[in-house]
């Protein structure tokens, strides 16, 4: 059974960084393409940016380009959502998801596997 699972949310100040973890169980993790996604109060989840399996591809939303980044460690069977320069409507709870042997995608319905969430908060 694959497990996805976050961590690393919290407060922080504008302009300020913070890495969120997705780690992943399962047969051959470094195999799963793994999606950020995050939801707002009152609004529709969007796409954050994309890993491919193989790490062959990545992408960020437009939203994000230039503060954001995604990285694998594939030794920890962890991907990881570097977010730098922060901003407060970058509030939100953030999830990532896998799927199996997949390119990048930023589209919700393409994975099987997701995680709880974490709430990144960002006020000063």
């Known amino acids: 059974q694959v497990q996805v699972v976050e961590s690393g949310g919290g407060l922080v100040q504008p302009g300020g960084s913070l890495r969120l973890s997705c780690s992943v169980s399962?047969?051959?993790?470094?195999?799963?393409?793994i999606g950020w996604f995050r939801q707002a109060p009152g609004q529709e989840r969007e796409g954050v940016g994309c890993i491919s399996s193989g790490d062959t591809s990545t992408l960020l939303s437009d939203a994000v380009k230039g503060r954001f980044t995604i990285s694998r460690d594939g030794a920890k069977n962890t991907v990881y959502l570097h977010m730098n320069n922060v901003k407060p409507e970058d509030t939100a709870i953030y999830s990532c998801a896998a799927v199996y042997e997949y390119g990048c995608s930023m589209v919700s319905d393409m994975y099987h596997y997701w995680g709880q969430g974490t709430q990144v908060t960002v006020s000063s």
């Open positions: 399962g047969r051959t993790p470094e195999y799963y393409a």
